[in-house]
């Protein structure tokens, strides 16, 4: 399995090549740019270049990119809405596509493959109309990714409209062969079950999201900090057709000083030896 460092440990500090060289010292192949305006300004033509200048020096790839949750530096905290593919109002679901949009242009400069994608947010619930949103919304973004090299990821949350059943509904019923799925082990954890999750989703699984809670809150925990059983997870997805790739997703709050971050990513990677 490639191993990739989501750049979500880092968020909240701006994202810049020394950020990117610890990543590859601890072992990390890929890294999964986490596209929060705080951290990465996808906006910013002067912070993309600076990023894609590094990366055409460094052997260290870009698998994918976590489309933006919110269109502000404050990740909604100041009031801005969230980047809702979902949202009953029309209007706010273009805005979410066009702030989508916006991170997947720094494709040209920095090639990334993969898109994951959030399905609506935590309240939305399972209907017809969330279904069809759900399908217009990631066939728009396919159309507009797929010129630049990159495949959209739909990620399962913690909804009831995001559960693997559901997102595989979506999938088939919408024939969106060209879309793939990012499992979220620990938003697996705390709904269905990542046994059950890793079974639903079968060989759509492209990607992995790494981390550990207790089954109540989303803590994105170190792997072996919660209650995951990592040793059957792991035999489940490398008993997979083809080998998704294994995104360490951590929390940035969780406060572990950055002397001790190579050890600790290094024994998250291990997991998979």
């Not at 590859?24 to 705080?38: L, N």
């Not at 100041?78 to 916006?102: S, Y």
Request: net charge negative; glycine share 6%.
């Amino acid at each position: 399995m490639l191993r990739v460092l989501s750049t979500h440990l880092f968020l909240n500090q701006r994202l810049q090549p020394g950020l990117m060289e610890l990543a590859a010292r601890s072992g990390a192949q890929g890294i999964e740019i986490f596209a929060a305006r705080q951290h990465f300004d996808y906006a910013s033509r002067d912070h993309v270049a600076e990023l894609a200048g590094w990366f055409r020096s460094n052997q260290l790839q870009v698998w994918s990119m976590h489309a933006p949750l919110y269109p502000d530096r404050e990740m909604g905290r100041a009031g801005a809405p969230g980047v809702n593919l979902l949202h009953p109002e029309k209007a706010r679901r273009i805005d979410a596509m066009d702030e989508i949009k916006r991170a997947i242009e720094t494709a040209e400069h920095i090639p990334f493959r993969n898109l994951v994608v959030h399905l609506g947010e935590r309240t939305d619930a399972w209907s017809p109309r969330t279904m069809d949103y759900a399908a217009i919304a990631l066939e728009h973004l396919g159309a507009f990714a797929a010129p630049l090299g990159v495949r959209l990821l739909v990620e399962n949350l913690l909804s009831e409209a995001t559960t693997p059943e559901h997102l595989m509904v979506i999938l088939q019923t919408s024939h969106l062969d060209q879309v793939g799925v990012c499992l979220d082990l620990g938003h697996a954890h705390m709904t269905v079950g990542v046994a059950d999750a890793i079974a639903t989703f079968g060989d759509r699984i492209a990607s992995v999201h790494m981390h550990d809670n207790h089954g109540l809150k989303d803590e994105h925990l170190w792997p072996g900090d919660g209650t995951i059983e990592w040793p059957a997870t792991i035999a489940a997805l490398t008993a997979l057709p083809a080998q998704p790739a294994a995104v360490l997703e951590i929390s940035q709050n969780i406060p572990d000083a950055p002397t001790e971050l190579p050890s600790r990513i290094e024994k998250a990677f291990a997991l998979l030896d």
